[in-house]
């Protein structure tokens, strides 16, 4: 079945350095739909990124990513850490059916 | 604020009773998703509907939970008898077919 990988639990980091989160997904569908979601302490998953083009470099609020079918992947990605990013994040794959399938989650730290 | 409602915020039973949480989804879309969220913030499917109709579910949900969309009343999902390994968050969320989630602020369970 449809399935996300995101291989790191915890990610910490210094504020101002790079962020990059992995994402690698496996499908048997040819035109997937992946997402990034955040989700902050207590709060409930928002989403922040989309895209189903293959190549074509999605941002918002900072963060951006590309779908590379090659590849399989979906890495999140934004230049420079804030201490507000700190936060779960979650890569999902929706492939034309009705459920999205969340990947296992990465929590970004980030410290002063 | 999100424009899914969930109530009630939290909810707290002992083992064997029923627990019961609604959900309005947001106006429009179509199809409504139940996700549980355990203590190690995995996500894992429930139960969906479009219009009413349940589209998908496991096994644990279809054996031990009923859930239900009517027209014009909130969803709902309800735990027929309660056990501690159900202490979870409850995640509804809603969305146009094929297209990201707008997800409400959940229901804590504890079971005690």
């Known amino acids: 079945g449809d399935s996300v990988t995101q291989t790191e639990g915890l990610v910490t980091l210094t504020e101002g350095l790079p962020v990059m989160l992995n994402c690698t997904y496996q499908?048997?569908?040819?035109?997937?739909?992946l997402f990034w979601y955040v989700q902050h302490l207590n709060e409930s998953p928002r989403l922040l990124l989309k895209s189903f083009t293959d190549n074509k470099r999605t941002e918002h609020q900072g963060f951006h990513a590309t779908l590379h079918k090659s590849s399989s992947s979906f890495h999140l990605q934004k230049s420079s850490a804030q201490l507000s990013d700190s936060a779960l994040y979650y890569c999902?794959?929706?492939?034309?059916?009705?459920?999205?399938?969340f990947g296992s989650g990465t929590r970004l730290l980030v410290s002063p | 604020n999100s424009k899914v409602i969930q109530t009630p915020r939290y909810l707290v039973k002992g083992q064997g009773q029923k627990a019961k949480m609604r959900c309005i989804p947001e106006?429009?879309?179509?199809?409504v998703f139940w996700y549980q969220q355990n203590k190690n913030n995995e996500f894992k499917f429930l139960i969906n509907f479009q219009n009413q109709e349940v589209l998908q579910q496991i096994d644990m949900t279809e054996k031990r939970f009923s859930a239900e969309c009517p027209s014009n009343s909130p969803c709902s999902l309800e735990i027929q008898s309660s056990e501690a390994g159900d202490s979870a968050l409850y995640l509804c969320a809603s969305s146009w077919e094929n297209s990201d989630y707008t997800f409400g602020s959940g229901t804590r369970l504890l079971v005690i």
């Open positions: 999902a794959l929706s492939t034309g059916g009705y459920k999205v399938v």
């Open positions: 499908t048997i569908y040819s035109n997937p739909f």
């Open positions: 106006k429009g879309h179509p199809v």
